[in-house]
């Protein structure tokens, strides 16, 4: 995978990060950038509920140039507006008692934003927390992805293949599950059962790693514990997103780097789940991820036209980078474009959402009428 890649749109992320868990600091500088799915109307997040299946189309992402989108200046410059820091401040100085006051809720959503924020030192602590949570709510979508991709993620003896199957048969028709699964699996060194869930996950009809009710259940918990609904709770609700655990791609990008064409069954899998990878539009990790290994097996059947097909989707991917880092930058200057941007992560994911908004910073630096980098909140 390109370490020059990195995700877009979450410079206000780590800025969220740094007030959040700093206390009565207010971030001023040195924004940092870093890597981070039924199609239906855009909803807000306060009207937003749990969402059902998402279906993907154009894996493809859109081509803006970059040239054509107006550049602002570092994102950095919004923290000395006097409304904004102050907002800022204020959340500062009481996100411990909001916290706290989830945790004395009990509805679904703020028992489940919980752990989603109140990440404890211990990672198994975390999973046995998420498994009781799967357990009281056996329906909820989100609780048994999130519990697998934990699993996937450490190596907690708490795991074991009757946890991750009880999340599974959640949604075993989702492919983002039957990955974790396969993942699992694979960091179990279990290959005959993770190609099993490979070939599963290749032909699965729908790919949702539920970020939108991520989003949304954060959101909805923060407002139930008294938070105020101006920039430091979206603030929040981003920068809270920014530190949830992302998909660990490295048992599976080993496997597929040691197999060769003398294992043709296997490197063929390799192969269909890079490509269902590029096409789930599960998020820009994903369909980086995809690419490289399908450059990776591509290579090994010596497939130069292939190569170079993938070769120019990852061109076109770097140029999305861009042309987002450049969107998000007009977009986070504006409460309601950031209010919009995060209702369509809801609705259509990472991927929608970005292709979304550098559309509209195309058609905002058009419009000779407005300043599309002044501060408005």
Known sequence: MKQKFVFVGTALLVVALFFIFNKNKTPTANVLQVKTDDERQPSTLQNYQYSQTINQTDSAPKNIPPQEMVHCNGIAEM???????????????????????????????????????????SIEVDIENLDKLTQTYPSNKLLA??????????????????????????????????????????KSANIEKAKTSLTQFTHSQRYNEYSGDYFSTVDLALKEAGANDDFSLKIAVLGIAATRYKTNYAPLAKLCKKTDTDNAVLLN???????????????????????????????????????????????????????????????????????YWLSLNVDYGEMGAFEYIIDQAKQTSENNQQDPCAINW
């Not at 008692?97 to 404890?120: G, L, Y």
């Not at 995809?290 to 990852?314: F, H, I, P, R, T």
Request: glycine share 4%.
């Open 79 to 121: 923290f000395t507006d006097p409304i904004i820091e102050d907002s800022v401040n204020q959340y500062s100085a009481n996100q411990y008692s909001i916290f706290d006051n989830i945790k004395q809720q009990q509805t679904q959503q703020a028992r489940i934003a919980s752990v989603f924020i109140n990440r404890n030192k």
């Open 145 to 186: 992805f999130n519990l697998m991709l934990l699993c996937s993620n450490s190596t907690a003896t708490v795991c074991d293949e009757v946890m991750m199957q009880r999340a599974l048969n959640t949604d075993n028709q989702n492919g983002a599950l039957l990955l974790q699964m396969a993942l699992y699996q694979l």
């Open 269 to 339: 899998i390799c192969l269909e789940t890079s490509e269902k990878l590029i096409e789930s539009k599960g998020g820009l990790l994903t369909h980086q991820m995809g690419l490289s290994m399908q450059k990776n097996v591509l290579e090994k059947y010596d497939d130069s036209e292939g190569v170079a097909e993938n070769a120019s989707a990852q061109k076109a991917l770097d140029t999305f980078n861009e042309e987002a880092n450049i969107a998000m930058n007009m977009v986070l200057r504006s409460r309601k474009r950031t209010e």
